[in-house]
């Protein structure tokens, strides 16, 4: 539909209740100071203009000064050839005289390039408060211009009789505004204008005595043919000028507070029209022939006494706008007919049916019309209808098919009921229905997932549907004066609230989730004469206590009920938080300050945590925890995934002293991949450690410049700079003070001043930019997962279109085909359905002295415990011999039992099957025992002693290897390893390059731990199962020295990335008598570091002979060979080939699917993780040599004869 260029539709406010509101005529906006505000001395009384030179015969505009300022002009004269001089009025001249030591001369000609500028008088902003003047010294500046790039004359309140000819014969001007001036006529030269595109005579004294009165607009007004705008209002004019009924042209035309008393039907001459304002002109109603203008979108009538409207109205498709006191239908309903109207004696028929039948009307206001019925509403655009204080005693059902209606409003009617039906207007923002009788809303109010404003005061309310919770826009929710006993809790799910008006009720307590609506930042306050934030007063309340809720702070409300609910809560459970983060990011003196609620920092590199550190936490609300702090070094990458509980909450913590866009991914983003592949649907909070660092040097003179440079900032936009001072500043001349305060500048080059000075709007938060940088990257990343499932659809859609239309039958592999890409399809749409949720709000604290930020996080943490939507098995009653369970484990002795060892120890306390397998999970989800059920080897046991374990693999992988392994410091390699130091530098070089780990060091490793040989030999078994290492079969004849034997090896570690020596064993092409398979894994998204070793350690189980490097793997079984490598692509993401090489096919085909089993496993383990496969039909590449160190083939060459191992 078509729109106006003037403005917008507002939304009738509640306060709007006047029946003679005047509607300003909104004008196209126009770029000249007067009309845009952009001139400086349009906003300073009592200050006067400087001198300035003038280029053009409307020199004198005063760039939108009003009469009342201290100086004012003359108006211009005329060339001497002109027919009419200008003169100023009386008054103009006294004022002229008293204001300014000269007068202002106009130009000689319209094309003269010299001027004579009025003198500067005294003003404000002189220096020293001096009248001293000042040349001018910049060059002559150019009027402003339209958009078509004519000029802007503006020669309001000149006190001009006649119009200058150099004026009329200048060809471009296209904009001219004549307003409040002595104007009595318009010469006919005016018509040499032709440029002409805006004319603004209102304020004069226009001749026109009758309908055909010419005197005062010509006849030669219709040759202006590109008039678009033309204004004549406030001219008490008696009648319509008829010149304008023949300006065809017009698209806006302003003849208000004229009393013309009639419009003659002329009007349908102007075919053009788009807005036509007719306010206070005494008119009582609309000649049919204005339905010929079709293009007509508003028509502006408050003002007047409209008695009738003509029929023709609803043929006028575009009129959107109809604004007129409708209430001046109701002459005919005297006191006897409105009684019977308001009870519904009769049907109320004063309002025009032609009202009802506009297509394209869109505000509708009928208050105080006594109204009691509506007809068949045909106003098919209506955005706003406002029906209140009228006689209707039900929603009429027109209203539903208003389909576009985004404002209803009813207040003040004689509702009873509310019916079910208020939910189909889906499309509405503002809905009131206060000051009505309805006791009962129905559920469907909650289907208004739109509306922002909902008004039920003054009602018979007793209780509010749980339903409510679907009005996820709302803001403004009223409900005074009602009979409401309590709120359901659904209300605190309106999260957007920011006014909650609950006075004059029967309420006793509020909701304890209260605290959720987090934009009630204020208490029984006003804003703009209207009640703002949460009301409670006039309510029986007892909690809160009324010595908490009188308040202007709704937090002291909010600290209340959430301390209430956490006191509450039954069947509380402890519960996990998983500390992760990079290394040296605060985790641990974090930990410290939650859990102690003091201050112990950690000091160097030998406090950093290894792998796991467990901490018992129970806050003085007795909500408890066990705080889970990872170590944050690569090393122990690898055990993330496996020791990650989903169901537990993650706090991501990252140095905010460091932090900054450049490493956002290493300090948050990589996190935010490995949570999202590993534990999909986790709960996430940020916290940035170390804000104290955030803080500057200097506070006092940090803030003494901001103020410096406010203050200046204030100072130029007060007092704007000249375009003198700007030139000067530029070219290097301007010494003097007065510049900075003369009134006329160039806008542009104003700006440029104001760019040097201190920002007006405030730099985002260190909070607000993470948050959004945290958006950005899931939202990227969602788009990627939304792009790739497009094209998947896109590919699935071809192949079973060929398949139903019977183009052509898919093959067996096509028919696979299809079913890998449906597996993928399927992949994508759990990912998208199961994100991580990263909460909102990004907690900033200091773990120092301070503790800035501490205690709202410990409080954010008690709440998020007993939040059920985000964790729903926190809160549940456990059985008390479940915890005496706990206890007998705890007495058993080692680090781990069987789940045989855990069901005899079970009946002990009539615990067996499915109560046992939930009592094991309930005690994982406490911290008490790690239970790995989805590791096959791992399912059937149960480490009762998670420390002991932990410990265990600490030993393992340390970040500080490198600083155990040495010989001259470490004295256990001497007494426990038995190594001299040339066969310890033998076995530490290998384990660092390799990841071999000869039985000496596997000793040393573990020294802390007392092993015995029985035990050790446990762990060997037990190790394997976890993914994370492979043991060696010691041979049966020794076929090396034993301090570099290999007994265990641990992928993460081999740093090997010297492949030469595999051009031996693997040729670039396999020979004539092999047989060839390979598949290849593409990880668009996300690659996992710890992805190639967990693959390394299983492939032992079926291969004889193996061969590793870094990247890859090479393996024989029998007769048949594997290479396996991992590669990364330009794009970023990363390649996993799998190439078997045989002489009989059947045998390399076996291999291959124990090879793709093994992969697929792995793979599905990471529920977030997207990967495709393909099979290359020219066979794989892969990479053959890259030279790594001095001497790494000869080290290789050693390992492949030593390393050769058998399945046992």
Known sequence: MPRSPGGPILVKSKSDMSPARSVKFDLPKSTSPRMSGKSPSSGRTGRSPTRRSSTSADSPRVGGASRKQSASRSPPKSTPGSPGKGRASKGSR???????????????SANSKKGTGASTVSGKGSKGGSAKSKEDKSKPKSPELTASGLRIVDWTGQGMTTLPSNLISAKDVGHLILASNNLRSIPPEIKRMRTLEKLDLSKNGIRCSSCNDFSGLPQEMALLTNL????????????????????????????????????????????????????????????????????????????????TLPETLPEM????VLALNYRSFCGVVDPYMENILKKGQMKSEHIPMVVFELPALQVLDLESTKLNNLPEIYNIQLREFYLCKNFLQTIPSSIYSLKYLRVLDMSKNLLSNLPEDIGRLKGLKVLRLSGNSFERVPPTIGHLAHLTELDMSRNRIRRLPPEIKGLVALEILLLESNSIQSLPEEVCELTQLHTLDLTDNQIRSLPMAMHRLTRLTEAHSFKKLEKNGLWLYKNPLEQPPPEVWRTERPDNIFDYLKKLMIIKTENLQRQK??????????????????????????????????????????????VEFVLNDFGGDNTYRLLYKMLLDPKGLVMLVYNAAIFCKENFYNSIGQWLDMLAASTPGIVIKLVGTQVDRLQPEDADDEDEIKTIASAEHELKILYPASEDSVHNLVEGEGEEEDDLFDVDHNPEELDIVRNTSTPAMPEPSHSEIVQEMVALHLSMRENKVREELQLLKVEIFKMTNSKATGEIELTDMEEAALKMLRVREQKLMEILENPIRVLPEVSSVSASD?????????????????????????????PAHWNRLRAMLKQRKGYYLYWDDIEQTAQLFSIYGQELEDCIKYLEDTADVFWFRDYPGLSEIVFHKPRVLVD?????FRHDIRQFLQYDTNRVFTCKGKMSEEQFQEAADLFLHTGEVSRPLLNCLLFDQGFTNDDLTMLLELLPMMEICYAVPEPDAPD????????????????????????????????TKERELAVIYTLPFYNPPELLPNISAQIQ????????????????CETEKMLLQQTSEPDGSALITVVVRGPDFADVQDLMEEMIDLVNTQLSSYPGLYWKLTIPMGGATVKLANRGAAGGGARRASRLSRSMSFKS
């Open 94 to 108: 006294e004022r002229a005289g008293s204001g300014s030591k000269k007068s202002q001369s106009p130009p000689k």
């Open 228 to 307: 678009t705008e033309f204004s004549i209002s406030e001219c008490n004019l008696p009648h319509v000028p008829p010149a304008i009924f023949k300006m065809t042209s017009l698209r806006v035309l302003d003849l208000s507070r004229n009393k013309v008393n009639i419009l003659l039907p002329d009007i349908g001459q102007l075919t053009n029209l788009v807005k036509l304002n007719l306010q206070q002109t005494n008119i009582t109603s609309l000649p049919p022939e204005l339905a010929y203008c079709q293009e007509l979108q508003e028509i502006y009538l408050w003002g007047n006494s409209v008695e």
């Open 317 to 320: 498709p575009n009129l959107r």
């Open 577 to 622: 938080i998983q500390v992760i983060g990079d290394s040296q990011s605060g985790k641990t003196s974090l930990v410290r300050a939650l859990s102690l609620r003091k201050s112990a920092l950690t000091y160097g590199y030998s406090e950093r945590t290894r792998l796991l550190q467990q901490t018992l936490w129970k806050t003085e609300n007795n």
């Open 850 to 878: 301070s503790l800035e930020g501490v205690l709202p996080l410990i409080d954010e943490l008690e709440h998020l415990a007993i939040d059920q939507t985000l964790f729903p098995h926190a809160q549940r009653l456990i």
């Open 952 to 956: 265990i693999i600490a030993s393992l």
């Open 1040 to 1071: 090396g020295p034993f301090h570099s034997r290999a007994l265990m090896v641990i992928p993460w570690y081999n740093r090997d990335m010297d492949l030469e020596v595999l051009r031996d064993v693997w040729p670039s092409r396999p020979s």
């Open 1101 to 1116: 189980d079926f291969v004889d002979e193996r061969m590793d490097w870094q990247s890859s793997i090479y393996a024989s």
